[in-house]
């Protein structure tokens, strides 16, 4: 049958991303939770090498590993005017020219080859009244058997002219920074289009606790980024998920949005695309990353519960994160290459109540390394005085050594400083007249929830500004 399976964890925010997409668009799935099905883990572990990779998709039997939204798109047969399942076989030349046909015309189709999967057979007889008649074509489950291309064209509106709506801003980020600006855009009474790569909430919905904004004496990323993404909906934004921007044109007075699925118009742009973790570039981390190594402690600390594990860094996100792995894995092992913490001293006062956190300080990492069968075995360290070295055992580290800008995208666009973070002036306005930016992207920014909700309102001030003239 047409079964889709999804691996997942209900912390995962990629998870979130595909399910959510799936429930747009009314396809029914099955979802495994990895955290409590243990045979699930090993399966996900299975089909990716050894790697704890979520969400791992089982479409039809082929196997999907964190695919994005054009991905999924593309594999189900979902458009913006309508859903497309074709029914077929290699063979046939009638589905080979009604699937060129749509190739031709970027549709995207869920292909089902009958040959491959038996279980379509029936369903093809039963709609062809017992012949099993090739391609037959479902669209929003309207049925076109041996359809001609000039039917396709009909029900597809192909040759349709799209009117497209112009918003007055266009916010590419949905993180703190982001979805503040579209809350007072909207309640200016201007219309936001928010475009998230992922899932709404950025870095802050990656972290457990949240401890220094102000209202609450503790709150979880999750909770308050869905509080603020709850908002800016209710004051009318529209939010799309799982659109990666690929450029950014001018046109006259519009600025030209381009995704990977999609082109959309604004007469501004706020640009609150955010921050990636840092890595350490040393031998053995890219081949590790994803079966070891890892970045973000709410997305794979779950997978490493009563494990021992590495924390590489000493700012508050290390801190941060060390406590909260702390409470559940077995030890953790703290290395930073300074010899006090960057930290602030609440963190560093914490770590002192906590019996199985122990520190490694003043302490370079050398590498990262694996068993014979390329499993996560541990970390070389260098004593940065004695030069003495050692290795750290544990099963599997998390790097928390700083931030780089998203800006790739706009390179060329809008001035940027060296480290690739983008310089504004006066109302988050960047070089490049109409386009804004906010939250950590920003030069001098700093990386804190509070700060990034402040200059989501300094921003909103800029566009106003900007569009009344």
Known sequence: MNEIKLYGADWCPDCRRAKSFLKENNIEYNFIDVDLDEEATK??????????????????????TNPDNAKLAAVLGINEVARVIVYGADWCPDCRKSKAYLNDNKINYQYIDIEENEWAIPIITKINNGKR????????????????????????????????KVFDTIIIGGGAAGLTTSIY????????????????????????KIENYPGFTS??????????????????????????????????????????????LGRSVVLSTGSTYRQLGIPGESELIGSGVHF????????????????????NSALEEGIFLAGFVKSVKIVHIQSEFTASETYVEKLASIDNISTYMN?????????????????????????????????GAFIFIGLIPNTKSFKGLIELNQRGFIQTTGLAETSQKGIFAAGDVREG?????????????????????????
């Open 43 to 64: 399966k996900v572990e299975k089909i990716n090498n050894g790697k704890r990779i979520i969400p791992t998709l089982i479409i039809n039997g082929k196997s999907y």
């Open 133 to 164: 008649k090739i391609p037959t074509i479902l669209i929003n489950d309207q049925i076109f058997v041996e359809p001609e291309n000039d039917e396709l064209r009909k029900a597809l509106k192909i040759d349709e002219e799209k009117i497209e």
């Open 185 to 208: 855009a909207q309640r200016d009474r201007f219309s936001t289009l928010i475009l998230e790569k992922k899932t709404i909430g950025g870095n802050a919905f990656l972290t457990e």
């Open 219 to 264: 709150i979880s990323g999750p909770v308050l980024m869905d509080k603020m993404e709850e908002q800016a909906r209710v004051y009318g934004a529209t939010i799309k998920t799982g659109e990666e921007v690929v450029n950014i044109e001018k046109e006259d007075a519009l600025f030209k949005i381009n995704t990977k699925t999609a082109q959309y």
């Open 296 to 315: 973000c402690a709410t997305c794979d600390g779950a997978f490493y519960r009563d494990r021992d594990i590495i924390v590489v860094g000493g700012g």
């Open 363 to 395: 302490k370079t990492s050398l590498e990262f390394l694996a068993d014979e069968k390329g499993l996560f075995k541990g970390l070389k360290i260098q004593d940065n005085v004695s030069k003495e070295e050692e290795v750290l055992t544990s099963d």
């Open 445 to 469: 920014a700093i990386a804190q929830v509070a700060a990034a909700t402040g200059e989501g309102v300094l921003a909103s001030y800029g566009i106003r500004n900007y569009l009344k003239n």
